[in-house]
């Protein structure tokens, strides 16, 4: 089931990443997968502040695509942001209205 916001679609897993604040996700890290806890914060690119996920750990950048794109979520780590394919920073502006408070 995918839900559509602002004109993107949203998938039931990153809708529930942004209202708990956190999600679990299995990459691939060192050859080995891994489930890394990845957790959502609102960042600034420029004059936009947006939602992305976050974690601290070095994950290959093609992993950090692949996880993204199944999210079709911005996600950041020590060696890189990355957005799903086509969008941009603004895509992703309005979801700061969905996260809680304490984020």
Same mark, same amino acid.
């Given at each position: ?38 957790? =959502? ?7 936009? /502040? $947006?939602? +992305? #996920? ?27 942001? =990355? ?7 603004? /895509? $992703?502006? +309005? #979801? ?8």
């Amino acid at each position: 089931m995918i839900l559509i916001v602002v004109g993107m679609e949203l998938t039931i897993n990153a809708r529930q990443a942004i209202s708990h604040g956190s999600i679990k996700i299995r990459v691939k890290r060192s050859g080995m997968y891994q489930q890394l806890t990845f957790f =959502v914060r609102k960042a600034q690119m420029g004059n936009v /502040d $947006f939602v +992305e #996920l976050f974690t601290d750990r070095i994950v290959d950048t093609s992993e950090l695509l692949k996880v993204s794109e199944e999210l079709g979520l911005p996600i950041e780590a020590p060696n890189g942001k =990355v957005f799903p394919k086509g969008t941009s920073a603004q /895509d $992703f502006s +309005e #979801l700061c209205s969905m996260l809680p408070a304490k984020i």
